[in-house]
């Protein structure tokens, strides 16, 4: 993405040899020659309802090596009751914690692993706040690879439960995100193992991309004015825009969305970047509840800056108290449960929408990027305590009266 040389698929593994680590490759295809088996006609006959109706824009050879779990077509709800309140009729909810591990990072790992398998590769590393973590760590069980996790010790409990159940092998950082991304990176050269991590693996992009297509063709090939998603690294940011350029360059579509970045105001070196209005970043320590997107030093920054001022869209920032008002928002009026950097896409549109940003007509649609049982203490957090009652009807009866007379229902 910096110089703009063009390698084989054999010529690199990674990253630009002339760059290194900062050197994020970009997968190309050839749309004229896919055209003819990837279009409108096609995907409307295909029955496979995955991420692997798109394989033709998918880096894959060997389509038998694709773990059998099922990753993608997640569904796009149209959110009546919410677009109601803010007003917004043509407002959609993407709820992508529908997947095998319970978040989007599935999409990514789905690549990671058969690219693992095409080459003959028996053991995967990765660096994670903690779903890009467990789910390498599941769908590397559903094939038999070993791996290799670092994971900072701030990790919320139920991911580090799935790491350990799937039978990864977990070192447990005491440090950040970034020092656990770095012993990674170090520990794949050393040992020589297979490195799943985000911004360095080139192939991971072009798994996330597929959220973007089914967006696009879930709306009959119609794109939303706005799509609204959280970012830490960039790394899913940066691939939808890839989808989108995919599903342009094949016809799939006439315009492209604007794409709106939505980072915790505590993690928020992007937006900061975005406003500064160039590609170099600033690392900058990060404190946000919404762990998923706690990353002080984002490593997919030129993707992730260049999809936003393509489309024409822009970054935000948001509390931690907005991300939870957005958790409680989205689980009551639409009945879906994110984790808080889940659904911090959301609290980003709940914030435009306050400060009259946001047209009625717009089409806008919101990606859920993780489930909330991921970081139940942080659902705690975002809402009321249970009521408590004896086992006997009288207190029961003494509870209810209360409880109706309170809200008179
Ligand atoms: C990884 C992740 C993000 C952020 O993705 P980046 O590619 O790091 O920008 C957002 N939400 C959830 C739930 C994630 O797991």
Avoid at 81 to 88: D, F, I, N, S, V
Avoid at 124 to 153: D, K, M, R
Avoid at 207 to 230: H, N, R, S, Y
Avoid at 260 to 266: L, P, S, W
Wanted: proline content about 5%; charged content about 20%; hydrophobic content about 40%.
């Amino acid at each position: 993405m910096i110089c703009g040389a063009e390698y084989g698929l054999d010529e690199t593994m990674y990253v630009c040899p002339r760059h290194g680590a900062a050197g994020i490759l970009d997968v190309v295809y050839d749309y004229d020659l896919i055209r003819a088996r990837l279009n409108r006609a096609s995907l409307a006959k295909n029955r496979d309802y995955s991420l692997w109706r798109y394989l033709p824009v998918l880096p894959i050879a060997e389509p038998h090596l694709v773990p059998p779990l099922h990753i993608g077509w997640t569904p796009l709800y149209h959110a009546h009751r919410l677009g109601a309140r803010l007003g917004l009729p043509h407002l959609y909810i993407k709820d992508d914690g529908r997947n095998p591990t319970a978040s989007l990072k599935d999409r990514a790992s789905a690549i990671a692993i058969t690219r693992a398998r095409e080459m003959g590769w028996q053991v995967i590393t990765a660096a994670s706040t903690g779903n890009a973590a467990s789910s390498l760590a599941g769908l590397a069980a559903s094939v038999g690879l070993t791996t290799y996790i670092f994971v900072p010790e701030t990790a919320p409990q139920a991911k580090v439960a799935q790491l350990l159940i799937f039978g990864a092998n977990v070192i447990m950082v005491r440090g950040t995100y970034d020092q656990a991304y770095d012993l990674c990176l170090l520990a794949s050269d050393e040992y020589g193992w297979y490195s799943r991590n985000t911004a360095y693996n080139p192939y991971l992009s072009e798994g996330k991309k597929t959220a973007a297509l089914e967006i696009c063709e879930q709306l009959q090939w119609q794109p939303p004015d706005k799509l609204f998603v959280a970012v830490g690294d960039g790394c899913i940011i940066g691939g939808l825009w890839k989808g989108l350029r995919d599903a342009y360059a094949l016809g799939l579509i006439e315009r492209m969305p604007q794409l709106i970045g939505v980072q915790a105001e505590g993690s928020s070196v992007l937006a900061r970047a975005w406003v500064a209005g160039g590609e170099t970043v600033e690392p900058h320590p990060a404190t946000t509840l919404a762990d998923s997107i706690a990353v002080g030093m984002p490593r997919d920054a030129i993707k992730a800056l260049r999809a936003v001022r393509q489309t024409g869209g822009e970054y935000i920032t948001v509390s931690d108290d907005e991300i939870l008002e957005a958790m409680r928002v989205l689980a009551r009026e639409e009945g879906v449960f994110g984790e808080p950097a889940g659904v911090a896409g959301l609290a980003g549109l709940l914030k435009m929408r306050q400060q009259g940003r946001l047209d009625p007509a717009e089409r806008v649609v919101v990606l859920v990027t993780g489930n909330g049982l991921k970081d139940v203490q942080s659902a705690m957090r975002a809402t009321r305590k249970p009521h408590i009652v004896e086992p006997t009807a009288e207190d029961l009866r003494r509870l209810l009266q209360k409880l109706t007379t309170a809200t008179g229902a």
